[in-house]
């Protein structure tokens, strides 16, 4: 019965992985920088494909934009950084990632959010260091 159990697990785990890899997506998306105007997103797929994110700010749809269409190459390991340019400070965002014009479903939310504008609006955003020696 143990045997059996385990056979199982085991088929699940790879079929699953199969399944992930059918998408062409090896990793990502992932958030990197987040500036007021722009935000950069990370993708790698397995082989060459176009790679494209449609992001909004949340709760509005209609607010839909593009970034611009990426191919992956081998040079640069399949991996790509997609810029988001047409975003306002201090919003949340949604988005979805498109391979080769197929929209990759994820069983999470894909969220990113802009730096706020505090400049000479607001006090700093807090912050801390240590300070310390070895001796």
């Known amino acids: 019965m143990k045997n059996q ?7 699940l785990a790879v079929s699953l992985t199969g399944l992930a890899q059918l998408s062409g997506l090896q990793s990502g ?5 987040s500036e007021m105007r722009e935000v950069a997103l990370w ?3 397995t082989h ?9 700010e949340k709760g509005r749809p209609e607010s839909l934009t593009t970034t611009e269409s990426q191919v992956t190459s081998k040079e640069t390991g399949f991996a790509i950084t997609l810029i988001a340019d047409k975003v306002s400070p ?3 965002y949604e988005y979805a990632l498109y391979l080769n014009q197929q929209k990759i479903e994820f069983t999470y939310p894909l969220e990113f959010t ?8 607001e006090d700093p955003p807090d912050f801390t260091f240590v300070a310390g020696s070895c001796l």
């Open 90 to 92: 201090g919003k949340l």
């Open 29 to 33: 998306p992932m958030v990197g920088y």
């Open 114 to 121: 802009t730096q706020a504008l505090w400049q000479w609006r």
């Open 48 to 56: 060459s494909m176009d790679v494209k994110l449609a992001y909004w």
């Open 5 to 11: 159990l385990f056979v199982l697990l085991g088929f």
């Open 43 to 45: 993708v790698q797929t």
